[in-house]
């Protein structure tokens, strides 16, 4: 019975600095009361395998060698294979992750293609910095935190090209942002400065500091620790804007400096209780290393750095235990995050990818196909061709009626067969009632594949990736199906 | 923390469960609003416990769906409070209309039988069954499935489904019973679904219980699709109660 709620995850981390990889196994039960409908969740995980951190093999010009990552891949597969002495074959879930400067489009395309084969179950995701904090933010163990001790946990995680900000309120990732901080700020080689990030040349124009390329590190030292300690605070400042610091005139002074973020600045409208950091920085404050080239980069001085101004500030915090993973465990984690309820189903046409959102609220709505097609027009969408999903909102608890589910589901099916859509026909509703909407349905249109999900939260213009269902027998009940369902939320990097 | 930090915290912990968690004290007493609303519960508990099926919404029914309306051993509300065994069979006079009524049934057989019972809360059966009946109706004639009238039965408890059952000769019978209501709903549902039911072989655990049907629990519509999820089930594997459960 044990194993056989098990499901055995893959989580894959390409960042700008490193590459990594975890195996875990993902124990799946009823979350539900007996006598209740299920609720299938997440209870419990347990890492089997861990890859070494590989640094992610670039191209003279910087961009990621793909061929080289997917090669990394295999070998960490082969590995675990035989160290953890698991089937790799009989992986059946898992996420790519492609995070911080790495998700940059030319990047992302080279790194799908490679890694395809691989990963082809797998949902594969270029994360832009929202999406990354979150990951972070579950990875790291800040939202289970916050659920459980009802805390409001800001999650700091500082990788090698972007600092990743997660505000979590009662287990909710309530904000978000990115700011292009990172240890590869610098790069060093061969005790000199190899490399300047942009982010390092503005904040050196800025303090009108002396550091290129070719610079030893010894006569640089002094000033590599003046430009770690001016990112500390940007970091630093951020963090206790909540808190009730003493000089308050001073944070006042610091106006958000746009250029450094990728997203809009952090807002924080509630103060956190907690300030838990992870990423690769993290790790490296929690032991740092005697050099400061340890690393070759800029890595060791931001975090000294930021020990220090933390201090300092008097501002209390933690680190994420297994800090630098967090991303990829979150990542793990990630597809199986969400199930809901499915009816008229068949396994074979999915894993479906990529199906635009279109949210209608179906309080305010007159006509549901003229509502769906303006929608459809304003995203410039072809529902003949592309698998839309329906994301319904605005029914009340107390409007679940038989006669208003069973007109909804009559006005769904004549907006399909109007607009002459394709299969499969996808519904997400806010609701706790998609198993009679899809029953209903099902009876309107026998012929047509139906998807029909609630106990997700979606947004207009986010997108849903939906796996394979899960094996029948992994539950002790298959009068629901769960489907892996992953809403993505694509926020580009500006550039 | 700071005490506001704390009390937002505990406001959304309490937020999680209808209780009475943190309700506060005066003294070595409950607040006056925490007894208040200690005594609106009690009251509205106690009249769901008393009330009856209108005569309205059970002729209102009988139009709509063709039920048949019976009753228990038990002459009255009190009678059946008082000795609870009597809500467990048919009158003899429902019995002799129920058996005429099925004649015409027999020749055919019938896979689910559904069962209305009052039970301890009337309420119950009149706020959820209108949303529910329909849900089930289309559900089974999805799977081709073939079901009886309903049976409406006054002052009936759970076993009452058992001989109702076995009289139709049905698969399976479904009991729609108003819950025992507690101090936070009044108003739940729960259906007890039996394989092949037996007036004398039928025990509490041969039943595959859904409970907590009600607008804040699991909306009447959605456990209709359940329920009728779980008869397929029922039907499939020839078991219900703990032994369908023991299948995985």
């Not at chain 1, 347990?46 to 191209?59: A, E, G, H, M, R």
């Not at chain 1, 009816?343 to 003229?370: C, H, M, W, Y």
């Not at chain 1, 410039?380 to 839309?388: G, Y």
């Not at chain 2, 456990?223 to 023991?246: D, H, N, P, T, Y």
Request: hydrophobic share 40%.
């Amino acid at each position: 019975m044990q194993t056989e709620n098990c499901l055995l995850s893959v989580g894959i981390d390409i960042g700008t600095t490193t590459t990594h990889l975890v195996v875990t196994s993902l124990k799946f039960g009823n979350l539900a009361r007996p006598t209740q409908i299920n609720e299938i969740g997440l209870t419990d995980k347990k890492v089997l395998f861990q890859s070494p951190i590989y640094q992610t093999p670039l191209n003279e010009d910087g961009s990621i060698d793909a061929g080289a990552v997917a090669a990394l891949i295999s070998q960490a597969y082969t590995q675990a294979a035989r160290e953890a002495n698991l089937d790799m074959q009989s992986v059946q879930t898992g996420a790519v992750i492609i995070t911080g400067e790495s998700a940059r489009a030319r990047n992302a395309q080279a790194l799908l293609k490679e890694i395809a084969d691989l990963a082809g179950e797998f949902v594969v995701e270029s994360a832009g910095p929202g999406l990354e904090s979150i990951l972070c933010a579950r990875g790291s163990g800040a939202q289970a935190l916050s659920k459980e001790q009802g805390l409001t946990v800001l999650n700091v995680d500082i990788g090698g090209g972007t600092s990743n900000f997660a505000l979590v309120q009662n287990g909710l990732v309530t904000e978000t942002a990115a700011m292009a901080i990172g240890g590869k700020a610098i790069k060093f080689a061969h005790g000199k400065l190899s490399h300047l990030s942009s982010t390092a040349s503005y904040f050196c124009h800025l303090l009108e500091l002396d550091l290129r390329p070719g610079l030893t590190l010894s006569e640089s030292d002094q000033k590599l620790k003046t430009l770690a300690r001016k990112m500390a605070n940007e970091i630093a400042h951020l963090c206790s804007a909540g808190q009730k610091t003493s000089d308050r005139k001073r944070e006042q002074a610091i106006d958000p400096d746009r250029s450094i973020w990728l997203t809009d600045p952090l807002k924080l409208k509630t103060s956190p209780d907690m300030l838990l950091f992870s990423g690769g920085v993290a790790q490296l404050m929690q032991d740092l290393p005697q050099s400061a080239d340890r690393y070759q980069d800029f890595g060791v001085y931001l975090a000294s750095a930021l020990i220090e101004i933390l201090q300092d500030k008097n501002i209390d915090f933690s680190l994420a235990p297994d800090a630098i993973r967090a991303t990829v465990l979150g990542a793990g984690m990630h597809t199986l995050q969400l199930s809901g309820s499915t009816v008229g189903l068949q396994g074979e046409n999915l894993p479906l990818r990529n199906a635009p959102i279109i949210k209608i609220d179906i309080s305010a709505t007159k006509d549901l196909f003229i509502d769906i097609q303006k929608a459809l027009v304003q995203k410039d969408l072809d529902w003949s061709a592309t698998a839309v999903v329906l994301a319904l909102s605005g029914l009340h608890s107390r409007q679940l009626q038989y006669g208003r589910i069973k007109a909804l589901a009559g006005d769904l099916a004549a907006a399909h067969e109007q607009s002459n859509a394709c299969e499969p026909l996808i519904v997400v509703i806010d609701q706790d009632i998609a198993m009679a909407l899809g029953l209903l349905l099902k009876r309107l249109m026998p012929d047509k594949r139906i998807i029909s999900v609630d106990g997700i939260a979606v947004r207009d213009g986010d997108y849903l990736d939906i796996g394979k269902p899960l094996h029948s027998n992994t539950f002790s009940d298959n009068c629901t199906q769960t489907l892996p369902v992953v809403v993505k939320t694509l926020i580009f990097y500006k550039n | 923390m700071t005490d506001k930090q704390s009390q937002a915290a505990l406001s959304r912990f309490k937020s999680l469960t209808p209780a009475r968690v943190a309700v506060g004290r005066s003294g070595s007493r409950p607040t006056t609003k925490a007894l208040l609303s200690f005594l609106g519960d009690h009251a509205e508990a106690r009249d769901a416990v008393k009330s009856n099926l209108s005569n309205t919404y059970v002729e209102q029914f009988c139009r709509s769906y063709g039920a048949i309306t019976t009753q228990s051993k038990a002459e009255n509300r009190d009678d059946f409070i008082l000795f609870p065994p009597r809500g467990k069979r048919l009158n003899d006079e429902s019995l002799a209309a129920l058996s005429s009524a099925l004649q015409k049934f027999h020749s055919t057989s019938i896979d689910v039988c559904i069962v209305i019972s009052d039970g301890l809360s009337a309420l119950a059966v009149e706020e959820n069954v209108s949303d529910l009946y329909p849900m089930l109706i289309d559900g089974f004639d999805s799977l081709n499935l073939r079901t009886g009238p309903p049976v409406i039965v006054r002052f009936g408890r759970v076993a009452v489904a058992d001989q109702i059952g076995q009289l139709f000769r049905a698969k399976v019978v479904i009991n729609l019973i108003g819950e025992r209501p507690g101090l936070s709903c009044a108003r739940g549902l729960s259906a007890y679904i039996t394989y092949n039911p037996h007036i004398e072989k039928t025990i509490s655990s041969d039943r595959t219980v859904v409970s907590n049907i009600h607008t804040g629990g699991t909306p009447p519509v959605e456990a209709g699709a359940f329920i009728v999820k779980i008869v397929e089930r029922i039907l499939e594997k020839g078991v219900s109660g703990v032994r369908l459960q023991a299948l995985g």
